[in-house]
């Protein structure tokens, strides 16, 4: 068999089944967030192939012999995955090596049959398929070996080597046992987390001249060039450790947890929306009669009634009888009182439990002492100002219908919200935005 033929079916023993691997489905496999990760560590493989005596390496003369033979040879290993890029492998081959047409003899038929009764090697593999990004579990992955090893083989040849007056018999010669060096490279196709498909080329360099039987000069050497399957070991969900890409896992937890936040904020606002819409519903004054909805129990009375603190028409309007009010120091310690201990919720108009104490003795102030009051909300300019305008507002509107709901005469009581305009520090410091922050209450 010529020389291209053999080339060309070496070339299609790597490459044949290639082109079915873009159909696969490979299952993204789920992890626990941050808990350790189980891999699949030890695999078999079984591969049979064509072995030649013909490798790359060979001289011009192709070694001792012109014309290889191809025939069938079988192998298997063992194989410890140490790192995703390193693994060390036990193999083992068997099978027969043939060539003729001696490349300097006395005779063109000189021919030789060599069986290799055993071989064992360990070897270093290096895999180099762990960088991809989108997907864990590579598919394609590229190798390289390299390693020693020791056979057992027998040799039977027929007819000599070598130029004339310095020929070498071809000879027999049984249960040859030497050392070799394998050096090799391959493609893995995984087919799930259990299965990869193998293809292969090694070629191994014997540490003696009398492999083919013809003690010649040059050490001999032989190309083993095979395809197989290889069966990972290991608990069913686990990847292996050989096709797993740590990049592309780490790209998938960090696409999970980013559409988790998205769903968590979403979800925040959603219910924030719901709250300013219940609170829309609660606290606005739907019959314009200075009432809030939630403390109204006359819903619906006409636009210009006069009406009490709980919304209800007054049966005898009282007289406006306009006096003058005083207010003295004492007043003025309780309203200071209830500024500084009003708090709301963050973001909201829902007034803090702590400040009812404070807002019940303004409530009593203004009931015992018929004074009105002014409520001017103020933010500072953090957010929108159509948002800080309408919290200012809700904010001011919160606190007269707290102080109508313990009695207070809505009608006497004006709420407005400013939102940033009127600051009475600087917005550029955390100390003044809390200053900014606030409702002023003015008695009349």
Known sequence: MNLKITKSAMILS???????????????????RFSKKDFRTWSIGLNGGMLTHYTPFNNRNNGDFNTPQENWGYGGYIKKQILPGFGIQADFLAGK???????????????FSTR???????KANF???????????????????????????????????????????????????????PVGAGLKI?????????????????????????????????????AGIEISLGKKSSPQLSNYSALAALREQTAAESDE??????????????????????????????????????????????VDGSGCPLKTPTAVVRERVIVTEA??????????????DLGKATIRSKSFATLDRVADLLVQKNFSLKLAGHTDN????????????????AVKAYLVSKGANASRIEATGYGPNQPIASNSTADGRQKNRRVEFSLF
């Open 190 to 226: 995984g087919l799930s987390n259990t299965v990869n498909l193998d293809f292969g080329y090694d070629v191994n360099f014997m540490k003696t001249n009398n492999f083919d039987g013809a003690a010649t000069a040059a050490n001999d050497r032989f190309s083993y060039a095979h």
């Open 14 to 32: 790597l490459v044949g089944l290639s082109s079915g691997v873009f159909a696969q489905d490979i299952t993204t496999d789920t992890t626990s």
């Open 331 to 344: 007043d003025r310690k309780v309203v200071d009182e209830a500024i500084r201990n009003l708090e709301f």
């Open 97 to 111: 090596v043939d060539g003729f047409n001696a490349a300097t003899a006395t005779t063109s038929e000189a021919s």
């Open 127 to 181: 895999t180099l398929a762990n960088l991809s990004l989108n997907h864990k579990n590579g598919v394609l992955s590229p190798y390289f070996t390299a390693g020693a090893g020791y056979m057992s083989s027998s040799s039977n040849g027929r007819g000599v080597v070598g130029a004339p007056g310095a020929t070498t018999a071809v000879s027999n010669t049984p249960y040859n046992e030497n050392w070799f060096i």
């Open 261 to 306: 936040l998205r769903r968590a904020l979403s979800t925040q606002e959603q219910n924030a929306l719901r709250d300013q819409q219940k609170y829309a519903e609660e606290m606005g004054d739907t019959d314009g009669d200075g009432v809030a909805n939630k403390f109204d129990k006359c819903p619906g009375t006409t636009s210009g009634t006069v």
């Open 116 to 122: 290799i009764d055993w071989s064992a090697a360990l």
């Open 382 to 397: 953090t957010g929108s100002m159509a948002l800080n305008l309408r919290l200012s507002k809700d904010r001011a509107e």
